[in-house]
């Protein structure tokens, strides 16, 4: 565990008409820190994300993601890379709408062997996470506070190593944020992950390890307009 | 397998575009099977006018224009064959029946035909039916006349009307001064329908033929006043000097070629044997153009199909777009993303294509008596011909192809969003 979960030297990123939107000389998350980005919108979080789990290529310095070296994994070793230790939870609309619950939270492990896990596992996650009698209902008939917990369920089964959260409690009301907060530090502790929760609602931030404004480590932000 | 069960779930979520698309991909197969079963079915047909006979014989001529006229009364013949050769033949030993036929005549624009009994008992068609009456019997006496099925209802002829015969084939009404008004015939019979040329002709006795011509000479009626009256005619004194053509069949198959080089060349008078099928082929592959034109509509009507198939699937994508990034975020690499809507279409295909066998069949089951009474078509029945096979897997394989267009979309969508929320 000497290696970082993450860390970034001197990363430029741009899209590939238009201006630079990362420029991060530093950035370094160590492993099992829970840590509370923010930023505001066209402050390059979600091309950032994109860079960390593996999706957006074309970026120049150097970028690992739990000791691997980004730019030398190949496409087919990235997805398999992310399908396997990374967990990923969206804003919102985090389910594929034509599966169960169960058939949902399942679905990483289905596609790659390597994060496959028991379905008496999958159903300990679901406990946890108060979703237990849920799993053989059609995602399409929760709510959205439920949604995320499906999402966030799918995210750490098979103890992913590193959890990254593109601003899943916006859709939430207060109550639930916090309640869904609680859930996904307690089940990040029993599995070890390494939590990156991004977010601009930095009443949030005070639960966590340590708050990172992207204003603060990304030089390329400014006035650049969302992409 | 997964990729499957997602393809089989997703496609079973948006059941409505997904039933159209089976729907019009299966009808349209159907209509490409059924389009191959008829012409399957006209080519049986075709071959199958006349079985069992195994040589057609006439006087020296073109060997189609034989079989058109005897078989499928188009055309006529130059010359006659002599009733003492047709009587040479017909007691050859190794001649099992024969069915004499005398052509010339017509009513309205059917054909009359002169025969014998022979006809009633031996004339097979679509391997082995042979002829049945609908209502009355076989011609007995000089002017006792037998309706082919069209012939019956097209003029609406009953048991008992009269009916006068005209010389020559006009079309339409022949020449009133060529008819044979001084000597009707009764209709004593009508024929079962066949689906064959049988149906749209008139049968009398050879020697009916002789009586209405007794008093012509170098093809010109009498004069007025000098005809024999009918009633002075009977079956015993009519003396029938010669026939158009007549079928032959032979004790054994073996004897065909040997009877038939004997026949032509036979010393006696010029005579021609032909046999049926290969005549029947050559026929065929003159006319079998008509089909060829018939294959290319369906395959465009096929066409239309899958593009529908793509047209759905395409425009499905836009919405599809989050799921899309859901699958990307947990590992699934743009192959699988590509497999995914191939496997999509692939499935779409392959329930149109069973659907459509299975719409095929049906119709061929309900339609089939219909359509054989109707337009004297005998559609089979039958498993995909081979033929078939081939549709359905070069629209199987043709759908999993116009998969990649959607696939290789989704493939482009997923490299722009990455994992951002574009809804």
């Known amino acids: 565990m000497t290696d970082p979960a993450i860390a970034l030297r001197d990363v430029h990123f741009s899209y590939r008409t238009g201006p630079e939107i990362l420029d991060i000389p530093d950035l370094t998350i160590a492993r099992g820190e829970r840590v509370f980005l923010f930023g505001p919108s066209g402050s390059g979080k979600t091309t950032l994300l994109g860079v960390l789990a ?36 969206f804003q919102l609309f985090n389910l594929i709408p034509y599966l169960t619950v169960e058939e949902n939270i399942t679905l990483p492990g289905r596609l790659h062997s390597a994060r496959a896990k028991s379905l008496a596992e999958a159903h300990a996650v679901a406990k946890r996470l108060g979703i237990e009698h ?33 601003e899943p409690t916006s859709s939430l009301d207060f109550d639930h944020r916090e309640r869904f907060l609680d859930l996904l530090f307690e089940n990040c502790a029993l599995s070890n992950s390494t939590l990156l929760f991004v977010s ?25 307009a969302a992409v | 397998m997964v990729l499957l069960s997602l393809a089989w779930k997703s496609l079973r979520n948006r059941l409505l575009t997904t039933s159209l698309t089976v729907l019009s991909i299966g009808l349209s197969m159907a209509l490409l099977l059924g389009v191959e079963n008829v012409r399957v079915g006209a080519r049986e ?39 003492e050769s047709y009587l040479h033949w017909k007691n050859h030993p190794a001649v099992s029946w024969t069915i004499p036929y005398s052509l010339g005549d017509s009513h309205r624009g059917f054909r009359v035909v002169g025969t014998t009994e ?48 005209s010389h020559g084939i006009a079309a339409g009404r022949g020449i009133a001064d060529n008819d044979h008004k001084d000597k009707p015939f009764t209709v004593t019979g009508i024929l079962a329908k066949t689906s064959t040329p049988v149906d749209r002709s008139l049968y009398i006795q ?43 069949r032979c004790k054994t198959r073996m004897a065909t070629l040997q009877l038939q080089r004997e026949i032509n060349t036979y010393p006696e008078e010029p005579m021609q044997a032909i046999i049926p099928g290969v005549t029947l082929q050559e026929l065929w592959r003159t006319i079998g153009y008509a089909e060829d034109a018939l294959q290319v509509v369906t395959i465009f009507v096929i066409l239309v199909g899958l593009l529908g198939m793509l047209v759905s699937l395409y425009t499905s994508l836009n919405e599809r777009r989050r799921e899309m990034a859901i699958l990307r975020a947990i590992g699934a690499g743009p192959g699988k993303i590509i497999a995914l809507l191939v496997l999509e279409s692939g499935l779409l295909s392959l329930a149109g294509c069973a659907l459509g066998v299975v719409m095929i069949y049906g119709l061929s089951i309900i ?29 199987l394989i043709a759908g999993l192809l116009i998969g990649f267009v959607p696939a290789w979309k989704a493939y482009r969508n997923t490299l722009a969003d990455g994992l951002s929320v574009r809804v």
């Open chain 1, 200 to 224: 601009h609602d930095r009443s949030l931030a005070g639960k966590f390890d340590r708050q990172l404004s992207l204003l603060d480590f990304n030089r390329a932000h400014r006035t650049e």
């Open chain 1, 54 to 89: 593996g999706i957006l290529t074309g970026f120049t310095g150097s970028v690992e993601v739990l000791g691997r070296d980004m730019a030398k994994l190949s496409g087919s070793q990235r997805d398999a890379f992310r399908g396997t230790h990374l967990g990923y939870i």
């Open chain 2, 45 to 83: 047909s075709f071959a199958n006018t006349i079985s069992q006979t195994d040589l057609i014989v006439g006087a020296r001529g073109g060997s189609l224009q034989l079989l058109l006229y005897s078989v499928f009364r188009i055309g006529q013949a130059t010359n006659n064959v002599s009733y």
């Open chain 2, 118 to 165: 022979d006809f009633y008992q031996h004339l097979r068609f679509r391997r082995d039916r042979k002829i049945e009456f609908a209502s009355g019997r076989s011609p007995k006496d000089v002017f006792d006349l037998v309706l082919g099925s069209d012939v019956a209802q097209s003029l609406g002829y009953k048991l008992g009307d009269k009916v006068v015969i």
């Open chain 2, 206 to 248: 050879l020697e009916g033929i002789t009586a209405v011509h007794i008093d012509w000479a170098d093809g010109a009626p009498p004069m007025p006043g000098e005809e024999t009256p009918a009633a002075k005619i009977t079956k015993e004194n009519m003396k029938v000097e010669q026939i158009t053509s007549f079928l032959l």
């Open chain 2, 367 to 395: 339609f089939q008596p219909i359509v054989e009474q109707q337009f004297g078509l005998y559609v089979p029945v039958q498993p995909p011909t081979v033929t078939g096979w081939i549709y359905l897997g070069s629209v």
């Open chain 1, 134 to 166: 849920l799993l053989s209902r059609a995602v399409t008939q929760l709510s959205v506070g439920q949604q995320q917990r499906v999402a966030a369920a799918r995210a750490l089964l098979g103890a992913p190593e590193l959890l990254i959260a593109d």
